[in-house]
């Protein structure tokens, strides 16, 4: 069964940093493509940032490009997301997710229910 468990959030100032992680385990995780999304209070939740399987292609959400860096240690199993200049509209309870198939690409998909995801943690940015 995959299980992935995100950790790192929690409190922090406007212009500050945090790094997020994400524990996966339960398959083969350099396998499969892995990415971060969030989700503020009233809002649906968004993408963030997408790493495919050997770490080589990235994409970001225009909101975080030059401001967060996602990144893999295939050896650990993990995912990461540094943030960066944070800002109040950063806060946000931060998912990571990855696919079913092997197959799927980091790049250009559609993540959705189909997909795996974690529990979240939650960041919260003060001004």
């Known amino acids: 069964q995959v299980q992935l468990v995100e950790s790192g959030g929690g409190l922090a100032q406007a212009g500050g940093s945090l790094r997020l992680s994400c524990a996966a385990s339960?398959?083969?995780?350099?396998?499969?493509?892995m990415g971060w999304f969030r989700q503020a209070p009233g809002k649906e939740r968004e993408f963030v940032a997408s790493?495919?399987?050997?770490?080589?292609?990235?994409d970001y959400a225009d909101s975080v490009k030059g401001r967060f860096t996602i990144s893999r240690d295939n050896t650990k199993n993990t995912v990461y997301l540094q943030m960066n200049s944070l800002k109040p509209e950063d806060t946000a309870v931060y998912y990571c997710a990855t696919p079913r198939l092997p197959t799927s690409a980091a790049i250009g998909r559609t993540w959705g229910a189909s997909d795996y995801w974690g529990q979240g943690t939650q960041v919260t940015v003060s001004s």
């Open positions: 339960g398959r083969t995780f350099s396998a499969y493509a």
């Open positions: 790493i495919s399987r050997g770490g080589i292609n990235t």
